[in-house]
């Protein structure tokens, strides 16, 4: 056990030394660029976890719709979009503007989206099936981009409604 023990020490100290040795190399700029903007991503994404575990906590509604996705009346998708409405103010704006030129059910979508529901609960939601809501995620997606005149991007429609 103790030759285990010193094993691990010694195995310990050189991989401090080690990455004292990298902090002492001169990264090249791109790479400090790099190193720079991913912390920032990484730091962004822990905060929007944050923010929305938060969200969650505060709203037991949406925990319980979670727990047990169930079809929703037109009542009830209100209520959900006025509770967004309150949580992030700016986004029915950018999505029931006129420059998006959204219909109402790529409008529900895009709420919907923006509150962290899978394809499959927001299927159950509105009582369509998974494919339909993959297929108009896909066609409002589309629709988004060409009204913003927005190239081809990798980023999903889901990433894009979650950073506006």
Request: hydrophobic content about 40%.
């Given at each position: 056990?103790?030759?285990l023990r010193?094993?691990n020490e010694?195995l ?12 002492d190399?001169?990264?090249s ?9 991913t912390?920032?991503?990484?730091q ?5 976890e944050?923010m929305?575990?938060f ?5 037991p509604?949406?925990v ?5 996705p ?5 009542a009830?998708?209100q209520e959900?979009?006025s509770?967004?409405?309150v949580?992030f103010p700016?986004f029915?704006?950018?999505?029931k503007g006129?420059t998006?030129?959204?219909?109402e059910?790529?409008v ?13 609960e927001?299927?159950i939601?509105?009582g369509i ?6 297929t108009?995620?896909?066609r409002?997606?589309?629709k988004i981009?060409a009204?913003l005149?927005?190239s081809?991007?990798n ?8 950073r506006h």
């Amino acid at each position: 056990m103790t030759a285990l023990r010193k094993e691990n020490e010694k195995l310990q100290k050189e991989n401090i030394r080690l990455n004292d040795s990298l902090k002492d190399k001169n990264l090249s700029p791109e790479m400090a660029e790099l190193k720079r903007v991913t912390g920032e991503l990484q730091q962004s994404f822990r905060q929007g976890e944050d923010m929305f575990a938060f969200i969650q906590a505060s709203c037991p509604s949406l925990v319980k719709l979670r727990r047990k996705p169930v079809y929703l009346s037109h009542a009830e998708i209100q209520e959900l979009r006025s509770l967004a409405d309150v949580i992030f103010p700016k986004f029915g704006s950018l999505v029931k503007g006129k420059t998006l030129d959204l219909k109402e059910s790529e409008v529900i979508l895009c709420y919907l989206i923006k509150l962290h529901f899978s394809v499959s609960e927001i299927a159950i939601f509105l009582g369509i099936a998974s494919t339909s809501v993959s297929t108009a995620k896909l066609r409002t997606k589309k629709k988004i981009y060409a009204a913003l005149d927005i190239s081809s991007s990798n980023e999903s429609l889901d990433q894009w409604l979650w950073r506006h």
